[in-house]
T-cell receptor, first 115, second 113 residues
Framework: TQLLEQSPQFLSIQEGENLTVYCNSS?????LQWYRQEPGEGPVLLVT?????EVKKLKRLTFQFGDARKDSSLHITAAQPGDTGLYLC???????????????FGKGTLLTVNP | KAGVTQTPRYLIKTRGQQVTLSCSPI?????VSWYQQTPGQGLQFLFE???????NKGNFPGRFSGRQFSNSRSEMNVSTLELGDSALYLC????????????FGDGTRLSIL
């Protein structure tokens, strides 16, 4: 069974601070996705990374895929209250039969940015 | 472009009842996946449907079932409801089977009394 561990589970910071959240596994994934979920809504895709060592930037958000494709990090610079939400990572891989692609989700990091 | 639509948004049932949830995917998307989200377990994969056939299944009991219609709309059914079935049920669609990314609906909040 593939597992994705996200840390920290909860994070409360002040506006303007920087933060990093982590997504770790002992399994190799062919891709890694990050989603943000706000209260009362479904998750919304932020980014997909597919190459080991890949770094993607989305405004103040920087995503990195580990060289071995087992872990990922999300760094937010100068956090704003609008960044508040549940950040989920999801690893993509083929199942044991090799014919079905599946996503395994971490339990998420709940980020609160206080004004 | 309309997003993924799930109905109803909220539902209250009692133990032993059954429930059917509905999901309309983004137009042109043929794959629909269902997830259960709880505070303790996070997002857990239930099953995926593509071209009216179940293509992938998670580790849930047989009380959880689904189907997909020719217009790609999907329904999920849970029979003999248990207290532990209280959760947010999310539907996600994508253009092809297993194709990423997943476009999620806002979910159905199911509460079991």
């Amino acid at each position: 069974t593939q597992l994705l561990e996200q840390s920290p589970q909860f994070l409360s910071i002040q506006e303007g601070e920087n933060l990093t959240v982590y997504c770790n596994s002992s399994s190799v994934f062919s891709s890694l996705q990050w989603y943000r979920q706000e209260p009362g809504e479904g998750p919304v895709l932020l980014v997909t990374v597919v190459t080991g060592g890949e770094v993607k930037k989305l405004k103040r958000l920087t995503f990195q895929f580990g060289d071995a494709r087992k872990d990922s990090s999300l760094h937010i610079t100068a956090a704003q209250p609008g960044d508040t939400g549940l950040y989920l990572c999801a690893g993509g891989s083929l199942d044991s039969g090799g014919s079905n692609y599946k996503l395994t989700f971490g339990k998420g990091t709940l980020l609160t940015v206080n004004p | 472009k309309a997003g993924v639509t799930q109905t109803p948004r909220y539902l209250i049932k009692t133990r032993g009842q059954q429930v059917t949830l509905s999901c309309s995917p983004i137009s042109g998307h043929r794959s629909v996946s269902w997830y259960q989200q709880t505070p303790g377990q996070g997002l857990q994969f239930l099953f995926e449907y593509f071209s009216e056939t179940q293509r992938n299944k998670g580790n849930f009991p047989g009380r959880f079932s689904g189907r997909q219609f020719s217009n790609s709309r999907s329904e999920m059914n849970v029979s003999t409801l248990e207290l532990g079935d209280s959760a947010l049920y999310l539907c996600a669609s994508s253009p092809r089977q297993g194709m990423e990314p997943q476009h999620f609906g806002d979910g159905t909040r199911l509460s079991i009394l």
